[in-house]
């Protein structure tokens, strides 16, 4: 299972794009990466994945380079209201099993 | 369509008590999952499930026990609460890339 790095915590200010890196030196060939966002009081919801390159949806990019022993999560724009703490997993896409979360980055955003 | 529904949301024990979280999907997902998250910290997996009458010890298993009777519903039991299993305990199904989690229990043992 590899273990994943990430910073602790992290301020912006609103309007600013945001990257999180996540350091996973030792993903195996059949490993995805996954975000996780997590609000104060709330279950944590499911942002984004990818294996390679690049993968944009309509809240957030994950960058992904070629020897896939790191990732970026970029959110674009934040507001405020993206303040949270965002995970960052690593796992087979179909072994389900192993679905643990670390201790994510707490991203404070400032006005 | 309710998603993950956690029954109770907040709950205070005392020390020695017992009682049962419930988990119910109504996603009919396979896989079914109980977390536990202290003040300030990550998510610890505590049980998991992938499937109807199958459960496996997570992270942090000592203390719980679990039963999935019924594909829908993911129970989680403290038998003898301790001050050490105050926590947020948050529950998640899952069919394949993108698991869904409940809006947690908060739990106090005094």
């Known amino acids: 299972l590899a273990k994943t790095t990430q910073p602790i915590s992290m301020d912006s200010y609103e309007g600013q794009e945001v990257n999180i890196t996540c350091s996973h030196n030792?993903?195996?060939?059949?490993?995805?990466i996954t975000w996780y966002q997590q609000f104060p009081s709330q279950g944590p919801r499911f942002i984004i994945q990818g294996y390679k390159t690049k993968v944009t949806n309509e809240v957030a990019s994950l960058f992904i380079p070629a020897d896939r022993k790191s990732s970026t999560l970029s959110l674009p724009r934040v507001s405020l209201s993206d303040t949270a703490v965002y995970y960052c997993l690593v796992g087979e896409t179909y072994n389900f099993n192993k679905f643990y979360f670390g201790s994510g980055t707490k991203l404070n955003v400032k006005p | 369509n309710a998603g993950v529904t956690q029954t109770p949301k907040f709950r205070v024990l005392k020390t020695g008590q017992s009682m049962t979280l419930l988990c119910a999907q109504d996603?009919?997902?396979?896989?079914m999952y109980w977390y536990r998250q202290d003040p300030g910290m990550g998510l610890r997996l505590i049980h998991y499930s992938v499937g109807e009458g199958t459960t496996a010890k997570g992270e942090v298993p000592d203390g719980y026990n679990v039963s999935r009777l019924k594909k829908q519903n993911f129970l989680l039991g403290l038998e003898s609460a301790a001050p050490s299993q105050t926590s947020v305990y948050f529950c998640?199904?899952?069919?394949?890339?993108?698991?869904?989690f409940g809006q947690g229990t908060r739990l106090t043992v005094v």
């Open positions: 030792n993903i195996a060939t059949n490993d995805y």
């Open positions: 998640a199904s899952r069919q394949n890339t993108e698991a869904f």
């Open positions: 996603m009919n997902h396979e896989y």
